[in-house]
């Protein structure tokens, strides 16, 4: 097929809005990532919190961010997407001025003597609030926008152009705090979101004739988080994933921290950990994708645990800048592994019935490993600091990663069997 079937092919696929949608995400996670990569070092050498305040306060926003959109995404089936994305917009805008506006010496006089944990507490939460309106009116956007032939493809694009936002990011992030501080960063944030609140306002147009599932009330909604947390074989898998999930936030919570610390003020781990990372999938996803195609979901799962683990035991062995990539395209590698047979696995050990009600609650391992492991990392760095032993926390780390491994080996081996066989007899009864 020639360069202009392709063209065609994409304009009947894909109506306007899934180009506006999924560039609006690009630049969101631009924002979300930039702020993301500074916001240990900020909070510490710029507002004077402790690394373990630090830990606590990014967790409560990336637990939120990822948390909330299980209910989010019923208002914005009601209020519309492009709603939606005017009201998130908006208040991401407004709240990484206000979280960067802390730092700012030109605003010193009008937060004066008011407690700074406080304010960026609530200028967080209102943050995340916002946040957690993208990523269902996004995924939304596709699911309605897209033809069923190209809906697959859609979700590619959609996956392609966030790991593109979390490397362009964090690059764009180390030129401005280098230049004129992490505050600042905060400030290109909020205006990339300036920025698509009239891109979505000028451009983005609901799409007539098609509409999600049928959306559920914020009752139904919260009936079904204490189905899916009373299914005892779920939550264990959901917090085995979690400590996969520790352990990569901790190249936003310790990574940064150990290379300003231990290497150089000036290092550009922003650079690093995005190109390493996100860089390392936007290269190599489709051809790990090919090689492991025909892996077992549940062998593909414990495969990129093992890999991925291995970030720590490569950075460990010699901390320094070579060591801390190559550790990060380890845990890429294992993560382009298992993340395409995540949601393969859910649908394999839910309920039948149940598969689009477990789906709905894949983002709950992130939110559960943000909540609980972002305030673990930052006690984790403090206290191994305040002993001389930075080198504690690659055990530390090393031991979570093994850990994982094993229990999500034990999962496949004893607790899914069991699962296959309730689930096979539920089928014949």
């Not at 924002?31 to 967790?59: C, D, H, K, P």
């Not at 637990?63 to 991401?92: C, H, M, N, Q, V």
């Not at 520790?246 to 690093?272: A, H, K, L, N």
């Not at 077992?296 to 490569?314: D, E, K, R």
């Amino acid at each position: 097929m020639g360069l202009s079937g392709r063209f065609r092919e994409l304009r009947e696929d894909f109506q306007p809005s899934f180009w506006v949608a999924n560039g609006m995400e690009l630049f969101e996670r631009l924002a979300y990532y930039g702020q993301q990569i500074v916001f240990m070092i900020y909070v510490r050498n710029r507002l004077g919190f402790s690394e373990s305040e630090a830990g606590t306060l990014s967790g409560i926003f990336g637990g939120i961010i990822y948390l909330f959109p299980i209910l989010a995404g019923t208002l914005a089936d009601k209020w519309g997407f492009r709603r939606a994305f005017t009201i998130a917009f908006s208040i991401l805008a407004l709240g990484y001025f206000l979280i960067g506006s802390l730092g700012m010496s030109a605003f010193a006089g009008v937060y004066g003597s008011m407690s700074h944990y406080w304010l960026l507490l609530i200028f967080l939460v209102f943050t995340a609030f916002g946040g957690s309106f993208i990523k269902p009116s996004v995924l939304g956007t596709v699911a309605v926008t897209s033809s069923e032939k190209g809906r697959s493809l859609g979700f590619a694009i959609y996956y392609w152009l966030v790991n593109a936002g979390a490397m362009i990011g964090p690059t764009i992030a180390y030129f401005v705090r280098d230049r004129f501080g992490n505050e600042f960063v905060y400030l290109v944030s909020a205006l990339s979101c300036v920025a698509m609140l009239v891109v979505n306002l000028s451009l983005y147009r609901e799409v007539h004739g098609a509409s999600p599932p049928a959306a559920e009330s914020l009752g139904r909604k919260i009936g079904n988080l204490f189905r899916v947390l009373a299914n005892f074989r779920f939550m264990i898998f959901l917090l085995i994933y979690s400590l996969y999930w520790i352990i990569f936030w901790q190249e936003f919570i310790i990574v940064p921290y150990y290379i300003t610390d231990y290497i150089g003020r000036e290092t550009p781990y922003e650079i690093i950990q995005s190109w390493a990372g996100a860089g390392a999938i936007i290269l190599l996803q489709i051809p790990i994708n090919r090689l492991t195609r025909k892996l077992p979901t549940h062998q593909a799962i414990l495969t990129g645990f093992a890999i991925s683990s291995l970030i720590w035991v490569i950075i460990g062995l010699h901390p320094g800048i070579p060591t801390i990539a190559a550790g990060i395209v380890a845990f890429a590698i294992g993560e382009m592994i298992q993340a395409p047979r995540y949601y393969e696995y859910i649908s394999e050990i839910a309920p039948p019935g149940q598969q689009g009600l477990f789906q709905g609650y894949a983002f709950l391992p992130i939110a559960i490993a943000r909540f609980a492991g972002d305030p673990f990392g930052g006690w984790l760095y403090q206290t191994s600091k305040a002993r001389g032993r930075p080198e504690l926390v690659w055990f530390a780390l090393i031991g979570i990663g093994l850990l994982a491994t094993l229990l999500m080996f034990l999962y496949n081996m004893f607790v899914r069997p069991r699962a296959s066989e309730s689930l096979q007899a539920r089928k014949h009864a």
